[in-house]
C-alpha cells in the first residue's frame, strides 16, 4: 500500500474493494475447516481464538464499567483476564458470558465488513484491536502471540497485493467463524468428564441460579448461528460476483 499522506491513508482503509472470487472464499472456508478438523494445527491456531476469548472478556469488563487489571495468554492456549468490580450483577455476567462467544462475533463483525467489500478496514480493525490489546497483557507470551498475530496482519495489509490480502481477510473470518465452535464442544467434553469445574459456564451459573448446561448450549447456538449467518454473508458475494462476470 503506497500513500503520500494521511488523508490517501484514510481512503484506501475505507474504500471497498472488489468482493472476492468463488473459489477463493470456498478455498479459504475449506482451510479454516482443516486448520479447526486437524488437531496438530489446531494446538497452535487455537492461539488466535484465545486472544478473541480473552479479548471478549475484556470488552464485556470495559463496557459495563469493571475495572480491568490485565490479560494472560499462556502456551497451552488458555488465558485468563482480570477486571475488579462487584462479584454479581449484570456485569460480571456479561464479563462472562463473552469469552467463548467473542471468537464467533468478532468473526460475525469480519463477515459483515467483507459482505460490503471492506477489506483492507477489516484487516486494520485488527491491527488496532490487537494494539490496543497489548497494552493489557501481563505476560510474555501473550505479548508475544499478540504482536506476531497484528504484525501478520499489518504486513499483509501494508504490502500485500488484492488477492492476498483478500485471501488472509477470508482465511482469517472463516477460521473465527469455524474457530468459535470447537472450543464450546471442548468445554463440554471437559466439564463432563469433570475437568473443568469454574469454567465459564459454571460461574454464569453460579452467578445466575440457572444451570451451567444452560449456558454451554447457549454457546453453541450463538456460535453456529454465527457460522450459517457468516457464511450467508459471505458466500453470495462470490456467488454474485461470478454472475455478473459471467454476464
Known sequence: ???????????????????????????????????????PVWRVARNAVTIAHEGGHAVAALLTGRKLSGIRLHADTSGVTVSYGKPYGFGMVLTALSGYIAPSLFGLGGAALLGRGHITALLWVCVGLLALMLLMLRNFFGLLAVVVTGALAFIVSWYADPKVQAGFAYLAVWFLLLGGVRPVFELQWQRRGGRAPDSDADQLG???????????????????????????????????TATASAH
Open 206 to 240: 453460579k452467578l445466575t441460579k440457572l444451570p451451567a448446561g444452560l449456558w454451554v448450549f447457549l454457546f453453541v447456538v450463538v456460535a453456529l448461528g454465527s457460522v450459517v449467518l457468516g457464511g450467508h454473508w459471505l458466500v453470495p458475494t462470490a456467488f454474485h
Open 1 to 39: 500500500m503506497a500513500v503520500s499522506n494521511l488523508n490517501e491513508l484514510w481512503h484506501e482503509i475505507t474504500a471497498a474493494q472488489p468482493a472476492a472470487p468463488r473459489w477463493l472464499v470456498l478455498t479459504a472456508a475449506s482451510l479454516a475447516l482443516a486448520t479447526v478438523a486437524y488437531r
